[in-house]
């Protein structure tokens, strides 16, 4: 068996282990649905609320697109700012990191009170996920060849052409690597905020799904949206991580290292 | 070998300290004749790459001055690094490309040039290959064909050989010395290598170890460059001279390293 086959069988093969596994012990110990609903209920209240879900898939996948196009544009935007003045870098850095090192759990019900709820749920997805754009971009605008640097100064390359010819050309790894860790960020950031707003008693994705399924005791619904999330979240990565190598096969080492 | 002697580039009692209060070279006095093939000979850390640099204006000197011939406005250099120091985004067209552009070249129009002198290099049906499909010696080519295309009046070149194999090294410097005669350019080669200075230059210049300064000057008189001079009894005879040059510019009580 090839290692591509193998890549793919495994993890399919722990996972339906682990689906007869938990069939098995619903059925076994007899576990009220209200407790643990078997895998086969799960897959048919998936079916059955599917327009609900939908509507909140939708809801909660839009402000996660929207939180991580804010972090891209924000990230990559403070990040040549930073690289452009020392003195915008010294002021604004410590508190890019302060926001980051903050919890967001405990920055949204604060959010939550200020702004709308949209707009907060959007403003806890892009707080998550921008640093990582910000601080990978930093290093990658910051590690550009210095001989190469040398040469534009010898062509008298203006700082314009030494921005976008020389120093965002060579920061895209690092900047696709950022944008990666930003996707599911946004995610989580968009289903914290779901959530506080959720025992705010207002508001529509799915995280909100969750919590009111929990109070309910609607448990097969909370797996089925629990699914949902996490089908989110890997569609992201893969997509992200599919831009990164389109983008960096024809050059890249990281790229060119997978193909082979 | 019948140049004008006028220089076109001179170096008056350069010197240059580091901040960390290093002097890497300490009243450099170094004229480039127009059209030679110059070689900075010396051992390593002894501030001939910093001279280079300070002619490229990549550097400045701490002391002394640095005259061009027609002023500073048009020095017309092409630079070539140790590593070929190519963007790696962008293919062997575009990183030939890049002098013109930062000119404010327009591309379409520049393409006949381009391609023009990646054939001088024998490259021109890689012009669309990345450099990482490329071998060193290839991606020294490209470098070698970004600085030519300017039409730079000096060429310098910093050791610009010293990471490629034997067998690509003498291509390429054969290679070097016909497109030197061709192009009729200034070439200032800085190396470590006795035998690649002894081959390639009119005229070596062998400097002491830091702080760096001229030890001795060495005239190559060779009609030819090519294999049948790297055999003869001339060329090992210049190779004797040039290390013992080197030799005693080592020795020279000049200062703590070398």
Redesign the interface.
Known sequence: MNERMLRILAPAAVLALGVMAWDLVVRVNGIPPYILPSPGLVMRTLVADWSILWSSLLATLTTTVEGLLLAVVGGIGLAVLFNQSRLVEHSLYPYAVILQVTPVVAIAPLLLIYLPQQAAVLACAWIVAFFPVLANTTLGLNSVDHNLADLFRLYGASRWQVLWELKLPAAQPQMLAGIRIAGGLSLIGAVVAEIAAGSAGAGSGLAYRIAESGYRLNIPRMFAALILLSVTGIVIFFALSLLSHLLLRRWHESAVAAER | MGHPTTPVVSLRGVGKAFGTGTLALDRLDLDVRTGEFLSLLGPSGCGKSTALRII???SEPSRGSVTWQGGDARRG?G?V?Q?P?L????TVLDNVF??L???GADRAAEIPRVMDTLSRVGLAEFAQA???ELSGGMRMRVSIARALV?APRVLLMDEPFAALDEITRFKLNDDLVALWRELGMTVVFVTHSVFESVYLSERIVVMTGRPGRVSSELAIEAPNRDARFRTSAEYAAYCRLASDALASAMRAPQGAAA
């Open positions: 490229a204006g990549l250099i630079f690094f590593e120091t963007m790696p985004w962008a890049l002098p552009k930062l000119g990345y450099p990482r300017t």
